[in-house]
C-alpha cells in the first residue's frame, strides 16, 4: 500500500485501492495507473473526521477568540466596553471624595436595589498606574462597596486616564449625581491640594471658583481629619455650623470630651446629622467653666406695648433686646442716650462710695 493510501486510509476513512493487473501486452515496465472512485447512485461522500477535522476547529475557535479579544481590547481602550470585574482587582481612588458614615441608610437602600434589579449604572475605572493587572476607581465608589458587600462583579468601564483626568472625572460624576455635603468638598479640594493638584484642577473637579476653594480648605484645616471621619458627611451642616464646631474645638478640654463622645454608644449608632448635633452640643456643656450659671433673662413690659425688652444676664455680659415692631426707634434713642446714662451710673457709684 502506497503512503497516499495510507495516510486517506488513516484521515479520510478511504479504503486502499488494488493495483489494476496489467493488459496483456502492456508493458510491465510502465507505471500503473489506479482508477478514480466510482460513486454508486444514492451513495453518499463519507465526512472527514479524526486529528484533521479536529484540528480544524481548534484553530477555527481560536481565531474567533483572537478577533473577540481584539474587538474588546478596542473596545476597553476607547472606554466603550462595560465589562465585569471582581471588586478585589479595583483600588479606590489615589483622592479619597466621600466620608463613609458608619450609619447609612442610602448606602443599604442601594445595596438593596443592586441585589434586586442588578447594577443599573457602571463604574469608571482605570488600569492601575503601579500595579498590574489591578484597576482603580475614577468614580462609583459606593456601587463598588455594595457590589463587595454582595460578593458579585462590578459592572465598570475602564478608560485609560491621567491623574488629572481621573480626579476631574471623580468630581463632576459626584456632583452630577449625588451631591457631597459642604464637608466632603472641602476635604476633598484639601486632599487634592496635599497631593499637588494646582488650583486649575480643583476648580475643575470641584466646578467651582478660587474664593469657594480658599474656603473650602481654609474650613477642612481647621477640624482634625479624624473629627470629620468620626462624624462623617453631615449633608445639613454648611460652612457657617462646621466653623461654629471649629471654635468650639480650640476649648481647652475639647480633645477630651470628643474622645469620650466619639466611643459612646450613642454616638456610633447615630446617622452623621445627629452625631454633629451631638459633638456641638458636647462641646458647648462641656466646654464651659464648672460652677458658670445659665444666663437671668428678665423681660421688660413697656406701659401699653406689653413685653417689649429682653435682658439677659450672664457672668461675662449683659444683653439687652428691644422689640422694634411693639417699640419702633427706641432701641436707637436708648443707643443715643448711653453717654448720659454712664455719667449717672459713675455719679451713682460715687455717691455710694463705690469710686
Known sequence: MSRKDTLNSLFMGRRPQPAAAP??????????VTPAPVHREGEKERVRTGAISAMGASLQQLTEGARTAARLQEQIASGTAVIDLDPAVID????????????????EALVRSIAESGQQVPILVRPHPAASGRYQAAYGHRRLRAAARLGVPVKAVVRPLSDVELVIAQGKENLDREQLSFIEKALFARRL???????ATLG????????????????????????????????????????????????????RIMAELLQSPGFRAAESDVRFMMVLEALDRKSRPRGRARPEVRV????GAGEAGRIEFSDTQTVLTFDDSRLPA?????????DALYARFLAAREDDGEA
Do not use: N
Not at 493488459?23 to 500503473?32: E, F, K, L, V
Not at 491640594?193 to 488650583?199: K, S, V, Y
Not at 467651582?208 to 479624624?226: C, H, M, N
Open 330 to 338: 427706641f432701641g436707637r434713642f436708648v443707643a443715643g442716650e448711653l
Open 300 to 303: 421688660w413690659k413697656a406701659p
Open 23 to 32: 493488459a496483456s501486452g502492456a508493458d510491465p515496465a510502465a507505471p500503473s
Open 193 to 199: 491640594e496635599d497631593q499637588g493638584f494646582d488650583r
Open 204 to 255: 475643575a473637579a470641584l466646578s467651582t471658583d478660587k474664593g469657594d476653594l480658599s474656603r473650602y480648605i481654609a474650613v477642612a484645616r481647621l477640624i482634625p481629619e479624624s473629627v470629620l471621619i468620626a462624624i462623617g458627611p453631615a449633608r445639613k451642616a454648611g460652612r457657617a455650623r462646621w466653623l461654629t464646631l471649629a471654635e468650639r474645638l480650640k476649648a481647652p478640654r475639647a480633645d
Open 92 to 107: 479606590g481612588s489615589m483622592v479619597k471624595d466621600r466620608l463613609e458614615a458608619e450609619v447609612d441608610p442610602g448606602f
